[in-house]
């Protein structure tokens, strides 16, 4: 980690862990073809939310080698024991997603048993279902798992449903599958699949028509994913006290109460004023919020020659400057940063307040291409209350790599409280803040903006 | 009570925020002081030299030239407008609130000297959409050489406004004179005016200022001086001509 300068640094460590650092896992284990990933679907299907996703084990095939390649045309190599699989890179990325980082998923084709050079990015889920026929084998694994299911079906009716998937999915032919069958995948049951049975915390039998026993499974997730958001509602909440005891940063510039900058306040308060001026005078009071967040980037001194051959040592800005505008409030703000950067680089990210515990959720998430490269990086809502949205977001930028001083918190509105909480978690960010409101308001300005 | 800014080199500085240390700063020219009461230059804020960078660079394409001028007049008119007088106003918020604010007072009008002032209106209009705006045409003399009003179209009523005076490069200041001249005989009070401009040369605006002391005078940036021509160095050439015609 950098080192922090004493300027605005607190004397106690103050650190912000979202919901997904604490993510479950749930490993599903069972025989080809006992319907782990109908079970897996059906939990998905269930629990209805977007940040329980499923990580299927075959990902996780090694690359064959010519010589393996051939054999598996064969169907004379063994895709059913253990050493087919690279428990290793499992492993590690089990582990990254568990610290709440970023985690690059491998890409598996099966005609070519080839692992892709493209890989697919995984991110903040607070539940994953693992799914595949060893899932419960290694046990590095089994130790991050928080719940443990084997799911079992009568063996014909396992080869039954294989035949139909392999030729209906992956255009084999019968007796291919028959000859694999006996060779590889029914001995490995028994050497490997069979023996996680007794590690397991729920046998599932007749796997998805067992309804009882996924619903069992799917209320034991949905405790668990309300313990998490209490946690990180209460330790939002611990955030505060801790925060409210300091003074603001140095490298948070609220704009000065200039009289043209109250008057527009006062305009953009006043439930009376029309909402043409209300976007009007919005968009001008933005637009002199990204020019002051403009003073926070990179600048090089350049000589430059005038049309009468004169020199002028100013400066130029150095590197990209882009933008992440947090949904929707950040939308409002994107006409006035648009008459800056008329072509800005711009991200989303759509947090939600759930509005029965004021727990910030992440919904959605598009970023830049390279947003670790850039000089600088707007983070822009219309509105800061609490602190929870930002906080989430600030943590989203520096988990795809930009530095925190990099990061450029820009608000028309903030509570004290929140600006504190977000600075002393992130102490090297700047923020921008156009006036500073009473604590607890709720979002009004978005609403006001977009009229509905 | 004031000094009058030395001719001679322009003060180089770091530019940056406050509570950066100096080495992390970049170096660059910045405005030169002056202490008239009535003078206002923008913060040096190492966006705005850019911005500036940016319109002095003979290589700058006119479409970026217009571009990165308009930022520059908005800030102005920004800072500007800030002269203006207000009276309280409080109100209640959408959320029930109540808010000590401000309302802002009196009519307002720009008036640009044709024809690089008339490029500072579009400037104006994204801060005051409908605002009325005069113009004043002033010519050099042939015989005389001496700045001569040859046209100028204001509201009747301007006596009764406040007058954002618009010409973004001043010299000598010899047409800004006669444009306030003109303002004052038509009824405007010298301190209801307020002169905006991008660049300006020390001993002009000194000598302006001075001259109209109630008047005031909002630019970006005070440069070096003049040369024997009378041009602004090192300025950024012919405004006019940059941003309508080259």
């Given amino acids: 980690m950098e080192s922090v300068s004493p300027l605005y640094s607190l004397s106690t460590e103050v650190r912000y862990s979202p919901p997904w650092q604490d993510l479950s896992i749930i490993g599903i284990a069972g025989s080809s073809g006992s319907g782990k990933s109908s079970v897996a679907m059906e939990i998905v299907k269930s629990l209805n939310l977007p940040w329980v996703v499923i990580l299927v084990m075959d990902s996780f095939y090694k690359t064959l080698t010519a010589e393996q390649h051939q054999k598996a045309h064969a169907n004379e190599y063994d895709f059913d024991c253990p050493e087919s699989i690279d428990f290793d890179i499992l492993v590690d990325t089990l582990r990254d997603l568990k610290k709440g980082k970023r985690a690059n998923i491998p890409v598996y084709s099966f005609a070519e048993h080839q692992r892709q050079p493209n890989t697919t990015t995984l991110y903040s889920p607070r539940v994953i279902i693992l799914e595949g026929i060893l899932a419960l084998h290694d046990p590095r694994i089994v130790e991050m798992l928080d719940v443990k299911i084997f799911v079992e079906a009568d063996m014909d009716v396992c080869l039954g449903r294989r035949i139909l998937r392999d030729v209906r999915e992956r255009g084999r032919d019968i007796e291919g599958i028959i000859k694999q069958w006996f060779e590889f995948v029914k001995p490995s049951y028994t050497r490997y699949v069979e023996p996680q049975r007794p590690i397991s915390d729920i046998i599932i039998p007749r796997g998805i028509e067992n309804t009882t026993a996924i619903d069992m499974v799917v209320k034991h997730i949905q405790r668990k994913l309300q313990e998490k958001s209490d946690n990180h509602t209460e330790e939002l909440r611990k955030l505060g006290l801790v925060a409210a005891e300091v003074e603001l940063p140095l490298n948070v510039h609220v704009l000065p109460s200039t009289p043209q900058f109250v008057g527009m306040n006062t305009i953009l308060q006043n439930p009376e004023t029309e909402q043409e001026d209300f976007i009007f005078y919005f968009d001008r009071l933005v637009s002199i919020l990204i020019e002051k967040a403009l003073d926070m980037t990179l600048y090089v001194s350049a000589n430059v020659e005038t049309p009468q051959g004169n020199t002028y040592l100013g400066l130029h800005p150095k590197g990209t400057v882009s933008a992440v505008a947090i949904l929707r409030g950040g939308s409002c703000m994107e006409t006035a940063l648009k008459r800056s950067i008329p072509d800005c680089l711009t991200g989303r990210v759509l947090i939600q307040t759930n509005e029965s515990n004021e727990e910030p959720e992440l919904h959605y998430l598009k970023l830049p291409s390279q947003i670790e490269e850039h000089a600088t990086v707007l983070l822009i809502d219309s509105q800061m209350s609490s602190g929870g949205a930002a906080l989430m977001a600030v943590r989203v930028l520096i988990d795809y790599g930009v530095e925190q001083q990099r990061i450029v918190f820009v608000t028309c509105a903030a509570g004290e409280r929140g600006l504190k909480r977000l600075t002393a978690v992130y102490p090297r960010i700047n923020v921008i803040v156009g006036r500073i409101e009473e604590e607890g308001e709720p979002r009004w300005i978005e609403k006001r903006y977009f009229g509905c | ?246």
């Fill in chain 2, 1 to 246: 009570m004031a000094s009058k800014p030395e001719s001679g080199p322009s003060p180089a500085q770091g530019v940056g925020p406050l509570y950066r240390p100096d080495g992390e700063k970049p170096t660059a020219t910045v405005s030169k002081e002056v202490s008239y009461d009535n003078v206002h230059v923008l913060p040096q804020t190492p966006q705005l030299i850019a911005l500036l960078t940016m319109i002095r660079d003979k290589r700058t394409s006119r479409a970026d030239f217009i571009f990165y001028s308009n930022r520059i007049i908005r800030l102005l008119v920004e800072e500007g407008l800030n002269h203006l007088p207000v009276v309280e106003q409080s109100i209640t918020t959408p959320v029930g609130r109540s808010y000590l604010g401000v309302k802002f007072e009196g009519k307002i009008c720009g008036v640009s000297i044709m024809r690089a002032g008339e490029a500072m209106e579009q400037g104006l209009r994204d801060c005051c959409r409908s605002v009325r705006i005069g113009k004043i045409l002033i010519q050099r003399d042939e015989e005389s050489c001496m700045p001569k009003l040859f046209y100028d179209k204001l509201p009747s009523d301007i006596a009764d406004r406040w007058v954002l005076l618009l010409d973004p490069m001043f010299a000598t200041g010899g047409s800004a004179t006669l444009a306030v001249e003109t303002l004052i005989e038509r009824g405007v009070p010298e301190h209801r005016i307020l002169f905006l401009n991008l660049i300006a040369s020390p001993s002009g605006v000194a000598e302006f200022a001075e001259r109209f002391p109630k008047l005031r005078v909002v630019t970006s940036f005070i440069d070096q001086g003049l040369d024997e021509k009378k041009y602004i160095i090192p300025g950024l050439g012919d405004f006019g001509d940059r941003y309508y015609s080259m």
